[in-house]
Each structure stands twice: as structure tokens, then as C-alpha cells.
């Protein structure tokens, strides 16, 4: 169903260290096509040990923790034309919801491609592709989450901790690079939580196949199902 053009897991990294914390300054890609996602300065780096420990979710797996002030990464290599298909496992808990401020979890990286999953002002969970296709759903009411979205114009879809899935108009653009946890021009909608896996298919996976990895990331994250 299309191959797998990026895909980071918390198994996969290499740390930069500084006292007893540790910082991730490279996300490596293990679709085998080399997309690493980089953070461009040491302030960029998303956190992974704490005080000697990892970081853990709300289920006690390893995570990758975002700051709401800096953290991001850049894949700037990868380019992903409609249809395309991006999951994420994150932890957006009402804790992280910033005063009422925009967080990107996923964007491209020019001015005019805008195409990007977003927790917006109050905790609603949307993506955009040129036009917002809103998921229903608010995150604040939930802790560990999985967002399944096809991008593919006015068929586009959203599936999200295995409540039915949602169909609308996403928009028709596409994405020249993979900027993770803020906005993809300016140094704004950082993201502030934590997030273990970004999975990008260059396809419109097919609704069994996204039943069957929504279920997997589900059972691993003890994510609770709506």
C-alpha cells in the first residue's frame, strides 16, 4: 500500500548530555530511506532524560519531551505528495494546553505549503492541507493519543484512539519537508507534551490497515479507546 517514507520511534536516536539531562539531537529515520530529523542549535533539542531518568508518558513508556519554547526537528529532505498518510502517538493531556495558544505537532517547512496536525486554542485537534478539517475531537480531554490522517484533498480522513473515523476537506497542498513540533517559518505553535512515534506513508493506506496499526499503537500505549 505505498512504502513507509519516514518513520521515528523512541527506540532510535543519538543524545546529547548536559548535567543529568539528556537531549535529543537527532530522530533517525528507520524506513531505510535516511530522512533523519535534526534539531538545528542545542536549544532545539527535545528532552529525553531527566534528572538521571528517562522520560516517560502517562503509561510509563519512553517519550520524547517537547517544551512549548524551542524543541523541534527538521527533516528537510523528505517531500510527500497527495495521498499520503501520517500517524502520531502523542501526549496531549489538558496540562499541556497553553494559554489558549496554537501547537503544531507536525508541519512542511515553505511559506506557500502549509500542511500541518495542529492542537489548537481550546484543544481541538485539526489538520490542514490548505483548507481545516477539524477532528471532533479536543485533546484536552484525553491522555495518551494516536492520530491517523489521509491527506487526499476532499476524501480526506481522520481516525483518532479508535473512535470512528471522520471524513472532510483537508485541502489539496502537499509537503516539501517535515518540520516536527512547531510551525514550519517562524519560531511559534510550539508544541508541549510528549510524542514517541511519527509514521508518514507516501499512500492512502487502506481503512483495515489503519484499524490494524491504530489497534498495535493503541495495545502498546495503553491508550484508552473511545
Given at each position: 500500500?505505498?512504502?513507509?517514507?519516514?518513520?521515528?520511534?523512541?527506540?532510535?536516536?543519538?543524545?546529547s548530555?548536559?548535567d543529568?539531562?539528556?537531549?535529543?539531537?537527532?530522530?533517525?529515520?528507520?524506513?531505510?530511506?535516511s530522512?533523519?530529523?535534526?534539531?538545528?542549535?542545542?536549544?532545539d533539542?527535545?528532552?529525553?532524560?531527566?534528572?538521571?531518568?528517562?522520560?516517560?508518558g502517562?503509561?510509563?513508556?519512553?517519550?520524547?519531551?517537547?517544551?512549548?519554547?524551542?524543541?523541534?526537528?527538521?527533516?528537510?529532505?523528505v517531500?510527500?505528495?497527495?495521498?499520503?498518510?501520517?500517524?502520531?502517538?502523542?501526549?496531549?493531556?489538558?496540562?499541556?494546553?497553553?494559554?489558549?495558544?496554537?501547537?503544531?505537532?507536525?508541519?512542511?517547512q515553505?511559506?506557500?505549503q502549509?500542511?500541518?496536525?495542529?492542537?489548537?486554542?481550546?484543544?481541538?485537534?485539526?489538520?490542514?492541507?490548505?483548507?481545516?478539517?477539524?477532528?471532533?475531537?479536543?485533546?484536552?480531554?484525553?491522555?495518551?493519543?494516536?492520530?491517523?490522517?489521509v491527506?487526499?484533498?476532499?476524501?480526506?480522513?481522520?481516525?483518532?484512539?479508535?473512535?470512528?473515523?471522520?471524513?472532510?476537506?483537508?485541502?489539496?497542498?502537499?509537503?516539501?519537508?517535515?518540520?516536527?513540533?512547531?510551525?514550519?517559518?517562524?519560531?511559534?505553535?510550539?508544541?508541549?507534551?510528549?510524542?514517541?512515534?511519527?509514521?508518514?506513508?507516501?499512500?492512502?493506506?487502506?481503512?483495515?490497515?489503519?484499524?490494524?496499526?491504530e489497534s498495535?499503537?493503541?495495545?502498546?500505549?495503553?491508550?484508552?479507546?473511545?
Amino acid at each position: 500500500e505505498g512504502n513507509t517514507n519516514v518513520g521515528y520511534s523512541i527506540s532510535n536516536f543519538t543524545m546529547s548530555l548536559r548535567d543529568e539531562n539528556g537531549f535529543v539531537n537527532k530522530w533517525y529515520d528507520q524506513s531505510g530511506n535516511s530522512n533523519d530529523a535534526t534539531a538545528e542549535a542545542d536549544a532545539d533539542e527535545p528532552q529525553i532524560v531527566s534528572d538521571g531518568s528517562l522520560e516517560t508518558g502517562a503509561t510509563g513508556k519512553p517519550t520524547i519531551n517537547f517544551d512549548a519554547a524551542s524543541s523541534n526537528f527538521l527533516s528537510a529532505s523528505v517531500a510527500t505528495t497527495q495521498p499520503f498518510t501520517t500517524t502520531i502517538q502523542f501526549n496531549g493531556a489538558k496540562s499541556t494546553v497553553v494559554n489558549s495558544t496554537l501547537q503544531n505537532l507536525i508541519d512542511s517547512q515553505s511559506t506557500s505549503q502549509n500542511s500541518f496536525t495542529q492542537i489548537q486554542g481550546e484543544g481541538e485537534l485539526v489538520i490542514n492541507h490548505g483548507s481545516v478539517f477539524d477532528s471532533g475531537r479536543d485533546v484536552d480531554s484525553f491522555g495518551e493519543s494516536v492520530i491517523i490522517s489521509v491527506a487526499n484533498g476532499s476524501s480526506s480522513s481522520i481516525d483518532f484512539n479508535g473512535a470512528t473515523q471522520v471524513t472532510g476537506d483537508a485541502g489539496t497542498k502537499n509537503r516539501d519537508a517535515i518540520r516536527i513540533g512547531r510551525h514550519r517559518t517562524n519560531s511559534g505553535n510550539f508544541f508541549n507534551g510528549n510524542m514517541s512515534e511519527l509514521l508518514i506513508h507516501n499512500s492512502q493506506l487502506s481503512n483495515s490497515t489503519i484499524d490494524t496499526l491504530e489497534s498495535n499503537i493503541i495495545s502498546h500505549y495503553n491508550i484508552t479507546e473511545i
